[in-house]
């Protein structure tokens, strides 16, 4: 009996013990219960106060969480490429913390050359190791706005000028970030297609190009990368500020794309409580600075979505659910990372980042020119190399605006030049100088200069072959966040200096690092031309091994090179169509954008969109395809051959671009529609199949704001690049 009754005495306390800590615990903090549920109990506990404050900054880069509740604060950090170092509670410089030194990966432009969805998924698991490393629950990027001019100051952190490619790269990245339990916010959303102006150009563009061109990026990231956070962009859209934009926010981000996760101003986007209440903005960063280096004056209690929000909620001006719908995605953005059940450790400043930031550098490096086989440079082949250029040394991860990255480490080019030839074989000459930052408007002086050309010139005279590193730089001015370029041509008089070096030395190698297109007078003059990006931490080693032949470059161009600037669409319509004119802009150009243009216009571009060479040679098979006519609801199978006809393995991004032969509205000529890199060892044949689906050769129908297919002919040709077609096949759709 005795027994019997220890047991039931047992048996009760467990079963009280567990109902008192079921009770006790509130489901919110339980990280195995659905999200939802979290979220309706976090909420109904939230005080009216508690759920304002959470929909504004506290500092810098944080917002309020719910203390009382155990709910921690919001924590965000830049970049799209690193992650930048902690910055004061109230200042942009940087803290001066010992343990904030990450690893910088190549910039966006480069991820996106390398026609390489994989690495694109491999970047985004090793940033957002770093970023959850680093104990943030946002980063802040990737950005996908599209490369409209080769002037933009921030093209470099994006990913160019063709919407289906950007789309193809952006949603692993968004994947591969968000399993770290890190949220991406793809920013600017949207049509921030430039620096100039950028906090007030008004935008005019036709529902077409909106739809065609510049929302696919985002659209991708959010309804098929699951997107949990995204950024409002600065300029306006028809006369409203994107960070509250009722068209964008609510009409297509919210309402078409059934986005649930937090719209997040950019720095200092909010310029209307009214409109940040009722048009989609959910978490207001920033008010009052320029996202750069004003610190801003409005304190945060009196930001547009502080206690002028607070006011209007008591006075019954704005109804409660107002609040209550953006407390829910922020509270849902907070248990989906911090809070999450299942939230992984992150690594920082790993091998493995290293190595996968190097391989994505490699992948992503393009040969423009190659003449007589001048590259790789063979290791022992050549006794004395001539590095010249100050981007052989220069760092280019610090500066360009808020992507400026305090790093661990960063291998320059002329570092990694000498540990791959040795530096017995290695002569250096800066042959140049920039500012320290264009900020400053002093050029160096001119004797200056000649004597640095002159000095370049000796070293390039006792060389076997020069290696010129130059390009652009993250100088204001140059490629940097803040305004944009003035003209297309290289700064700092390289374009003198490369003619006076190719004078004395004919085995000329000209490495851009850059993120924009550059005019080139020097082209015919120098054998070969590689594009080399802004590559981080890696650079030198990334450049090293394709120089040596160690890697073989396979990387593709994601924007055009103009013969000159006015051959650009957007600028080939004068100012009202960039930067505008009274801060009004109309995208002039529409649909016709980048290769879209040089197409349809007959316009021979520099370089044109998706070209680069190899160190072999690749050749095509005719493309064939699985049916001769095709439903909406069908999907395309393509397929043709490609076999390495050169004398080293190497990889190659084969590309099908579509037309609509009799459509009711125009098109551009070609659109890109599927894109695939394959690695063939020397002789190797194999058989590429790829997949469209038929909806996706649809055009958007600004009469009936609907996507529409249309019955007809479509040709579709696999190509090397937009200007390099191998063969074409017409289909029927039905
Ligand atoms: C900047 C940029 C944005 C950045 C933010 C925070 O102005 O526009 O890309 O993430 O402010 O630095």
């Not at 709910?71 to 010992?98: C, F």
């Not at 409580?273 to 409005?298: F, I, K, Q």
């Not at 929000?309 to 248990?335: D, P, Q, W």
């Not at 013969?563 to 009004?584: Q, W």
Request: net charge neutral.
């Amino acid at each position: 009996m005795r027994l019997i009754r220890i047991v039931f005495a047992g048996v009760l306390c467990l079963i009280l013990s567990v109902n008192l800590t079921n009770a006790q615990k509130p489901i919110y903090l339980d990280v195995n219960q659905p999200i939802e549920k979290r979220v309706d109990q976090a909420l109904s506990l939230m005080t009216l106060e508690e759920k304002v404050a959470m929909c504004h900054a506290q500092s810098k880069f944080s917002s309020k969480g719910v203390p009382r509740l155990g709910i921690p604060e919001v924590w965000m950090d830049d970049g799209p490429h690193g992650i930048r170092e902690e910055v004061y509670w109230d200042k942009w410089s940087g803290a001066g913390w010992t343990n904030d030194s990450c690893t910088a990966f190549p910039a966006l432009t480069c991820l996106a050359a390398s026609f390489n969805s994989q690495m694109a998924f491999n970047y985004g698991t090793i940033i957002g190791e770093e970023a959850r490393y680093r104990n943030k629950n946002v980063l802040l990027g990737p950005g996908v706005n599209i490369y409209r001019t080769p002037l933009n100051g921030r093209n470099f952190e994006y990913m160019g000028e063709d919407p289906y490619l950007s789309s193809r790269m952006v949603v692993p990245y968004v994947q591969g970030v968000q399993q770290n339990s890190v949220a991406v916010c793809v920013k600017h959303f949207a049509l921030n297609n430039q620096e100039t102006n950028r906090m007030g150009v008004n935008v005019m563009v036709s529902d077409r190009a909106l739809n065609e061109i510049y929302l696919p990026a985002f659209k991708a990231a959010v309804t098929e990368g699951k997107a949990w956070s995204i950024m409002g962009a600065y300029n306006q859209l028809r006369g409203q500020h994107c960070c509250h934009n009722d068209l964008l926010l609510n009409k297509i981000l919210k309402g078409e794309w059934k986005f649930d996760g937090v719209v997040i101003s950019d720095w200092g986007g909010v310029h209307s409580t009214d409109e940040a209440v009722t048009n989609g903005l959910d978490l207001e960063m920033g008010t009052s600075t320029n996202g750069l280096t004003t610190d801003g004056t409005a304190p945060y209690s009196e930001y547009y979505l502080a206690n002028p929000f607070l006011r209007g909620l008591k006075s019954g001006k704005y109804a409660e659910t107002a609040v209550n719908e953006k407390v829910r995605r922020i509270l849902r953005l907070i248990f989906r990372t911090t809070m999450s059940a299942n939230r992984p450790f992150g690594k920082f400043v790993s091998p493995e980042h290293s190595e996968t930031a190097r391989k994505i550098a490699e992948n992503g490096i393009v040969l423009l020119k190659n003449d007589k086989q001048l590259l790789p440079l063979l290791v022992g082949k050549y006794q004395k190399i001539a590095v010249i250029g100050e981007n052989s040394t220069r760092s280019l991860v610090i500066g360009g605006g808020s992507s400026s990255l305090k790093v661990a480490y960063e291998v320059s080019p002329l570092e990694g030049f000498l540990k791959k030839y040795g530096k017995e074989h290695i002569l250096y000459s800066k042959g140049y100088m920039s500012n320290d930052n264009d900020n400053k408007k002093i050029n160096p002086t001119s004797q200056y200069s000649d004597s640095l050309l002159s000095a370049a010139v000796e070293v390039a005279k006792k060389a076997d072959v020069v290696l010129f590193v130059g390009g652009l730089n993250k100088n204001f001015l140059q490629d940097s966040e803040g305004d944009d370029r003035k003209t297309m041509d290289l700064p700092y008089n390289q374009d003198k200096l490369i003619a006076e070096l190719v004078k004395v030395n004919k085995n000329f190698t000209v490495i851009l690092c850059s993120g924009n297109a550059v005019s080139m007078p020097w082209l015919s003059d120098v054998k070969a031309i590689v594009q080399g990006w802004y590559l981080g931490s890696e650079a030198g080693n990334a450049l090293a091994n394709v120089i040596s032949g160690e890697v073989n470059p396979s990387g593709k161009l994601p924007f055009t090179f103009p013969k000159k600037l006015e051959d650009n669409a957007a600028i080939s319509f004068g100012k009202t169509s960039y930067p505008g004119v009274n801060d009004n802009e109309e995208y002039k150009e529409d649909i016709l954008v980048g290769y879209r243009w040089f197409d349809t216009k007959k316009i021979t571009p520099l370089f044109p969109f998706g070209f680069g060479l190899s160190y072999t040679t690749f050749e095509y098979g005719k493309i064939a395809t699985d049916k001769k006519e095709y439903t909406a609801d069908e999907t395309i199978k393509v397929s043709f051959t490609l076999k390495n006809t050169g004398k080293t393995d190497g990889s190659e991004s084969v590309q099908v671009y579509a037309s609509q032969l009799k459509a009711t509205l125009y098109r551009p000529a070609k659109e890109l529609k599927a894109f695939k890199k394959i690695f063939l060892k020397v002789g190797e044949t194999q058989t590429i199949e790829m997949q469209i689906a038929a909806k996706d050769l649809a055009f958007y129908n600004d009469k009936t704001q609907k996507w529409t297919l249309e019955s007809g002919e479509y040709v579709l040709r696999n190509a090397a690049s937009s200007a390099d077609i191998k063969s074409s096949i017409s289909i029927q759709i039905n």
